[in-house]
């Protein structure tokens, strides 16, 4: 008895390795209207296609239900909707849904209880709220829309889902609100907003909490600006607001030297910048990894993704390098393990699966992959 005992746990524990050497990838590709999924295979150190599916012209954001079986893709051609897909057991996708959203949505994010879809339009100017039915439906009357100024860009609630915020790249704020975990519902949070502007055209875009408080107890944010070449480092407050400290280079000074800072915004926030004698900064997306040592970012003109050193006493970043990646590289992620990241380049028809140096946080490429064209977006299933 005992030995069937043992077999059965070490066949259990064995399974339970083998499920957390595996994770699904999947790349939204505007361009191409699909939606390309992967396996990645962590012991094999590979990202394996597993088919490719039609989520319609200019598929962007993306965001996972909270238990994990269920892909949002937000569509940003007319009539702009959030499309359904459930995730298979074996990672492949199958579509149930589209929901009507009042915008084309930039960003897409759940709250923390997993009840509701957050969106934000850069083009609207405005975020909506939706309810998210127990089938994993988005439903289609939004609990609210809210009208924030120009160019929403990204939006979150904090980790106590206490707390939401909205970067205005157009305005150079972040806006502050308490959200109501139980309704959906949002308001402004008093000052109902932080300039973030040391200089003129900042563009704060998009951002990430730490995974953890550091060792003086602060709740740290990292703001990414896009057009003033920033990691903006702000703490949380007890009343939801959040202060502001340094903002860090968010890339090599050796590559920003020759590259022009803080003018002529984006037309689109999407495709191109305006022509420029000088090519200017252009910042995309940020990621830390989950045990909160390493942060990572991505620059577009010069198609670099830079690396950080996390300060666990008070969360203050240090450069470690930046590394030449695909071509225009705008959306990135890191696995729960923090040992992988897979970045996507919008110029580039592949993703590169990189591994990090645990003791470093520096990037080795590992292999690049094929993807559809405009790639854009990447997220982690596991």
């Given at each position: 008895m005992k030995k069937r005992i043992m077999a059965a746990?070490?066949?259990?524990?064995?399974?339970?390795?083998?499920?957390?050497?595996?994770?699904?990838?999947?790349?939204?590709?505007?361009?191409?209207g699909t939606v390309t999924a992967y396996t990645l295979d962590k012991a094999q150190r590979q990202l394996k296609p597993l088919g490719e599916y039609p989520t319609g012209l200019k598929s962007m954001p993306m965001a996972v239900s909270s238990d994990k079986k269920t892909l949002y893709v937000s569509v940003r051609s007319q009539p702009y909707h959030v499309s359904a897909w459930h995730i298979q057991a074996d990672g492949t996708l199958s579509h149930f849904a589209d929901t009507p959203l009042p915008e084309a949505m930039a960003y897409l994010a759940l709250d923390k209880s997993g009840r509701f879809l957050l969106s934000s339009s850069y083009g609207g100017d405005l975020f909506?709220?939706?309810?998210?039915?127990?089938?994993?439906?988005?439903?289609?009357?939004?609990?609210q829309v809210v009208h924030t100024g120009k160019r929403a860009h990204s939006i979150q609630t904090d980790p106590s889902n206490q707390f939401l915020f909205v970067p205005l790249l157009g305005a150079d704020q972040l806006l502050q609100?308490?959200?109501d975990s139980h309704s959906g519902k949002v308001t402004p949070n008093i000052p109902s907003f932080v300039n973030i502007q040391r200089e003129a055209a900042t563009g704060p875009r998009h951002f990430v909490f730490a995974p953890q408080r550091d060792e003086q107890g602060a709740q740290n944010m990292y703001l990414l600006t896009e057009m003033a070449g920033n990691i903006s480092r702000l703490t949380l407050n007890q009343d939801g607001t959040m202060t502001e400290h340094e903002a860090t280079p968010s890339l090599d000074?050796?590559?920003a030297r020759n590259m022009q800072r803080g003018e002529a915004r984006p037309l689109t926030g999407d495709d191109?910048?305006?022509?420029?004698?000088?090519?200017?900064?252009w910042q995309a997306d940020i990621h830390i990894t989950p045990n909160g040592r390493f942060l990572y970012s991505t620059e577009r003109t010069s198609s670099n993704i830079t690396a950080?050193?996390?300060?666990?006493?008070?969360?203050?970043?240090?450069?470690?390098?930046?590394?030449?990646?695909?071509?225009?590289?705008?959306?990135?992620?890191i696995d729960n393990s923090g040992r992988y990241l897979i970045e996507s380049g919008q110029k580039s028809t592949?993703?590169?699966?990189?591994?990090?140096?645990?003791n470093t946080g520096k990037l080795s490429l590992i292999e690049r992959v094929p993807t559809g064209k405009g790639a854009n977006w990447v997220t982690i299933v596991e």
């Open positions: 746990g070490m066949m259990l524990f064995a399974s339970t390795v083998m499920a957390q050497e595996k994770a699904y990838v999947y790349v939204s590709n505007g361009d191409s909506s709220v939706n309810r998210i039915a127990s089938d994993g439906k988005v439903e289609s009357a939004p609990v609100y308490r959200f000074p050796a590559i191109d910048l305006p022509k420029s004698a000088k090519p200017r900064l950080f050193r996390v300060s666990p006493v008070d969360g203050r970043l240090t450069l470690i390098n930046s590394t030449k990646t695909e071509t225009q590289p705008r959306g990135f992620a592949q993703v590169a699966l990189y591994a990090i140096d645990q």
